[in-house]
């Protein structure tokens, strides 16, 4: 029978979760059973998913950072079957492409249009943490040195290279060693910064100007200090912007909130416009010349898929309606609402003990409640598991309300979201209302909300097949 895709999608749905069991991340699919995660999602537009009773979901997750023009977006659906149309050669390898030339073109101005003219050179790749291997292998080769720095509670991906930088022993667990050279920094201690740069050995300081884990960064100039010290010992400071950047944070990149003028930062993510894989980094010609520093030395950083024609019309797609919406500025202003209303809850919930907030990358942050009732209700579901109480957050602002936000890092009290930049004042406000309604039900111990978390765990523990409701 000739491939269709259409009736084989028809014919199929719904045996999502059993496929996955079978043959893909089980243990993924347990968890998504037990925190009421596990929807079959038959559509989706914009900030939407739609399951397959028509139920609206809101879509503050936005895979991770990946859907910032919305999901489904006609201009890179109308490039997409453009490219294809055209018929055009792709991946030829030993010929320069035009659509992989106007993005490093459009980056570059992009770059230099955000006062970045430093970084007039661009590697295209395919995701966030083969933009960092790049990233590293290039600092490496532009400085002569090997050392490398990084931020803890940092995440820069899960290649060994980009793990090896990410300053969080949560992702480290079973995957030892690492690649040598690398360690971690406090995030705002300068003094411990100065001490290892001082030893004239590292060749770059690599930081996400906005922590994904957690939504840190710092209030003070930590960065421009950092970078002065950069400056000082010879080593590059590159900007991984593979969350923070494109937008995210109500700038085209997070380093602009301090003014930054990094040596190399990398992209991903929002670049595929919610398509095909599409990475990239960019640096300053003088670094890429020591890369490929002589004929032979050509393609010694490649990879086959990297400047890809469909990749690279998403890329170019995504730029455009990034830019033709005004979804930077739209982002500052729904993240400037949004933070005001957070404000606003953690006046009102004395469980909620932090706000931050950048642009449309919020985290909120909870700690132990003074009056006595809920005291305990904290105390249990903690003594249970360090991780619980946010998910507990997380799964009733789904069960109850239909949004899908996230943990925001391992064993801490945070939660995340990550709303597509396209959101305006209905989508801002019904989630602080639905956080609103959530945390006010937190108030009632014992309660079903608490009893989640007893069920929660259980549910984990027996390894129970059953999902459960939350
Ligand atoms: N760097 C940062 C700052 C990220 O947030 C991520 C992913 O979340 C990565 C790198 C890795 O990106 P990818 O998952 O595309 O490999």
């Given amino acids: 029978m ?24 089980r243990t993924l699919v347990r968890v998504q059973q037990v925190i009421g995660f596990d929807k079959v999602y038959a559509r989706a537009k914009g900030a939407y998913l739609y399951d397959r009773e028509g139920n609206e979901y809101l879509d503050f997750l936005s895979g991770f950072g990946v859907f910032s023009i919305g999901r489904n977006h006609p201009v890179p659906q ?21 659509l992989s030339g106007l993005l490093a073109e459009a980056l570059v101005k992009r770059f230099a249009a955000q006062g970045a003219s430093q970084l007039d050179a661009v590697f295209l790749c395919n995701s966030g943490t083969e933009a960092v291997e790049g990233a590293i292998k ?33 992702f480290h667990d079973g995957f030892a060693p690492f690649l040598p050279g690398c360690q971690t920094v406090p995030l705002g201690d300068l003094a411990a910064l100065e ?17 994904g884990k957690g939504v840190q960064f710092p209030k003070d100039d930590y960065f421009v200090q950092a970078q002065a010290l950069c400056r000082r010992y010879g080593t590059l400071l590159v900007c991984d912007e593979v969350q923070s950047g494109l937008g995210r944070t109500g700038k085209w990149f997070a ?14 993510k929002a670049l595929s416009a919610g398509y095909v894989p599409c990475g990239a980094f960019a640096t300053r010609r ?108 997380v799964s009733q602002l789904m069960a109850k309300h239909r949004i899908l936000s996230q943990v925001a890092a391992n064993n801490a009290d945070v939660i995340k979201t990550l709303p597509p930049l396209i959101v305006g004042t209905k989508e801002i406000d019904a989630f602080l209302d639905a956080l609103d309604s959530v945390l006010s039900d937190l108030r009632k111990f014992p309660g079903p909300l608490w009893d989640m978390g007893t069920n929660f765990v259980k549910a984990m523990r027996n390894g129970t097949e059953q999902p459960v409701s939350a």
Avoid at 2 to 13: H, I, N, Q
Avoid at 300 to 316: D, I
């Fill in 255 to 268: 380093f602009e909130h301090w003014g930054l003028e990094p040596d190399i930062v990398t992209l991903a």
């Fill in 286 to 393: 003088s670094i890429y010349q020591k890369v490929f520093s002589r004929l032979d030395r050509c393609i010694v950083h490649s990879s086959t898929f990297g400047r890809n024609n469909l990749a690279c019309v998403c890329g170019l797609a995504a730029l455009s309606v990034l830019e033709e919406e005004g979804l930077v500025e739209n982002a500052a202003r729904m993240g400037e609402r949004l933070e005001q209303g957070l404000l606003a809850l953690q006046k009102k919930h004395e469980i909620v003990k932090e706000v931050r907030v950048k642009g449309l990358m919020m985290a909120v942050e909870f700690a132990e409640p003074r009056s006595l009732g809920l005291k305990m209700a904290w105390k249990t579901v903690h003594a249970l598991d360090p991780g619980l109480f946010p998910q507990l957050v």
């Fill in 78 to 98: 109308k490039a997409i079957r453009d490219v294809l149309e055209m018929d055009l050669p792709n991946m030829v390898q030993m010929d320069s492409a035009l």
């Fill in 138 to 170: 290039f600092a490496r080769a532009g400085t002569g040195r090997t050392r490398l720095l990084s931020l803890g509670n940092s995440f820069h991906g899960l290649s060994m290279g980009s793990l090896s930088l990410t300053g969080n022993p949560f």
């Fill in 195 to 211: 001490q290892e740069l001082r030893k004239g050995d590292v060749a770059a300081l690599v930081i996400e100007p906005v922590q």
């Fill in 2 to 25: 000739p491939f269709d895709l259409p009736a084989l999608v028809r014919s199929r749905m719904g045996e999502n979760y059993s496929l996955h069991q079978k043959y893909l991340n």
